[in-house]
């Protein structure tokens, strides 16, 4: 089977050798230096695994069992529509999907390049747009916007995109509770536990706290989704300097040793438990103490640690158009093509995170019509050289056929794949270009004429009836 | 280069290994330990203070001086007499409870010390229990608040309705951060905002003038 996006660019950023060496010191930092295990029960499933207690709530884990989790690992991921439908499977051909993100503290509003607080009618309008675009396979609700208490805006902002986005979740929670109230809704959402995972329309993420802080809460994550059937991301957000070593390689280390343990502690709760590898480690800017989302160094160790994943055979979560920048502007807009360009090149499988700017503070549809370009334009550029015998005879003979000082435009191989070449849908090569950019308006137009027409596939009545009742019982909690 | 001049250039440069000679060399040649503290060392400091605004110094050397200047200080300080040094004041610090992210609020302890603020530090996961006895115990000019989720930011808002019920510890000033929090929010609650750890001293120095 052919990659669903034919990648055929040869990209990697680390070696086999480096891969290895890699490989091998966070098999050191594992084995002889250990990492902090907050979870009294995790402490016990690892010991009898084979782990080593130490002092402090210190856990080794050996090689063996290192080996031993990476044989039951499964090599893949299969993520399902909120109707059932399978639309992400990661498997053999290393496929890779694009995700967005539904809510978060602030928005960019589209209409005024301006940002101001997120609250819960935005959150529909992000669902709807991702819903329309074709770029976009899954979503991430984080229950971050304004308006709702915070403790239950993750289940809201779950329930919202239920209803208006049909493709998969994969959902963000400030608290494991909040996370297994979404579980809930969404086992009684497809008609209960064994049917959600068999066909999960949801995974969920978790992280350690660098530099090898595997705290109870993040531990916790794991054992739910282990238990219930839900995919996981393990994903250390570390910043070079700060929470990592301050060179790449430390931070590659550092970071695949925690997301091993992540692994480590999915497979000891159970064996064959759906486990994604993410590593996201960034640069702490020593002048003004951002962890940076525009650095290209972070980009260049999300792919690297793509290859990681890859060397383990495990699906890798990665990161596009990011930006430190708060509006869209020159700057931001650079960035995300960087981030874009970078992860479409790498063996990463689910992409996350965009469009975000101001390092995550604020989300902007405008800037998912900017994906929804870079995507299509960066997938061109994958597509590599077709040096196939049958394309170079044609090519051959084409050239014979023109012969010095002719023109192609009236051949037959001219007319047969031209219009395998990309063709911008948003960004324009006019001959003669207005004097100033219309594209800003243009894009401001199509946000709101995707939002004033599309209309995502309804829920049924009974599915309805399940969200209400849950929204209820949430919004009563603190009143 | 007068010694002086030296001095606060160990403090700007961050020369752990030459700070100690330079002061004694100050003090051997007859120099009041008072002066060598304003107009060497915390000169440097205010010099470090002011390249890091401007963009010209990094976290890093602001810390390596910050060291620095503790190098000199274990000379001077057992010479310097009552009311030489100013504290500029006192800071309890912590991540409140349910939240474990320390990353932020430890470089706002160590800028806030560079910036001769005496700090207590109760670590991640404080409670605002805990957080108003160690006001009492204490006597802070500062309550410091760090949060990096929506949820916990409820516990900086526990705490400080905490702090109010309290005679003894309703006056205290408040000042959070982290990537929850905003400007709203802290007015909100009764608090102050700073974005970042050179913000922060900022902030903090305001607060005890």
Known sequence: ?479 | MDILEMIANDVVEGEMDEIADHVQEALDGGMEPKKVLDEGMLKGMNTVGDLFKEGEMFVPEVLMSAKTMDEGMEILKPLLKEGDVTKAGVVVMATVKGDLHDIGKKLVCMMLEGAGFEIHDLGVDVTPEEIRDAVKEKNPDIVGMSAMLTTTMLSMQDTVALLKQDATTQNVKIMIGGAPANPDVATEMGANYSADASAAVDLAVSLVS
């Open chain 1, 1 to 479: 089977m052919e990659r669903n996006i034919p990648n055929n660019v040869n990209f990697s950023v680390l070696s086999p050798e480096q891969i290895q060496k890699i490989h091998r010191a966070s098999v050191t930092v594992l084995s002889e230096f250990g990492v902090k295990m907050d979870s009294a029960r995790m402490r016990e499933e690892l010991q009898a695994a084979g782990a080593q207690i130490c002092e402090n709530d210190i856990v080794k884990v050996p090689e063996q069992l290192i080996n031993k989790c990476l044989e039951t690992v499964p090599k893949g991921v299969s993520l399902y529509s909120r109707d059932g439908e399978e639309i992400i499977k990661i498997g053999a051909e290393n496929n890779i999907y694009f995700g967005a993100i539904i809510d978060v503290v602030n928005v960019l509003d589209h209409h005024t390049n301006k940002v101001r607080k997120m609250y819960r009618e935005d959150v529909k309008n992000f669902a709807v747009l991702e819903d329309y675009l074709d770029s976009v396979s899954y979503t991430t609700p984080a229950g971050m916007f304004n308006g709702v208490d915070p403790r239950i805006a993750s289940q809201i902002a779950f329930l919202d995109t239920c209803r208006y986005f049909t493709k998969a979740q994969s959902i963000v929670t400030a608290e494991c509770s909040g996370f297994e109230d979404c579980l809930h809704v969404a086992q009684d959402f497809v008609g209960g536990k064994d049917k959600l995972a068999e066909k999960p329309f949801i995974m969920y993420y978790a992280e350690p706290i660098s530099p090898f802080m595997h705290v109870d809460e993040s531990v916790k994550r794991i054992i739910v989704c282990a238990e219930n059937g839900i995919p996981i991301t393990y994903m250390p957000y570390s910043m070079m300097g700060g929470t990592a070593p301050v060179t790449p390689v430390g931070a590659l280390i550092q970071n695949n040793a925690d997301v091993l343990m992540g692994l480590v502690m999915s497979q000891v709760i159970k064996p064959g438990a759906s486990f994604i590898y993410g590593s996201m480690p960034t640069v702490f800017d020593m002048k003004t103490t951002v962890g940076s989302y525009g650095a290209p160094e972070f980009h260049m160790c999300v792919a690297a640690s793509a290859d990681l994943a890859d060397f383990y055979g495990v699906p890798f979560y990665g990161s596009h158009c990011l930006s430190d920048a708060k509006t869209i502007d020159a700057q931001s807009v650079a960035e995300f093509e960087m981030s874009m360009m970078s992860t479409m090149m790498s063996k990463a499988n689910l992409v996350h995170d965009g469009p975000f700017l101001d390092h995550a503070n604020n989300i902007t549809l405008i800037g998912l019509l900017l994906f929804d370009e870079m995507f299509y334009q960066t997938k061109a550029y994958v597509n590599g050289v077709d040096t196939s015998d049958e394309m170079i005879d044609l090519m051959l003979k084409t050239i014979k056929d023109v012969g010095p000082g002719g023109h192609y435009l009236e051949e037959r191989s001219t007319l047969k794949n031209f219009k395998k070449i990309w063709y911008p849908k948003r960004f324009k090569r006019l001959m003669e270009n207005p004097d100033e950019s219309d594209l800003m308006d243009r894009l401001i137009a199509e946000v709101d004429h995707i939002l004033e027409t599309h209309v995502p596939k309804p829920i049924t009545q009974e599915q309805e009836e399940v969200l209400a009742s849950y929204e209820a019982e949430f919004m009563s909690r603190y009143q």
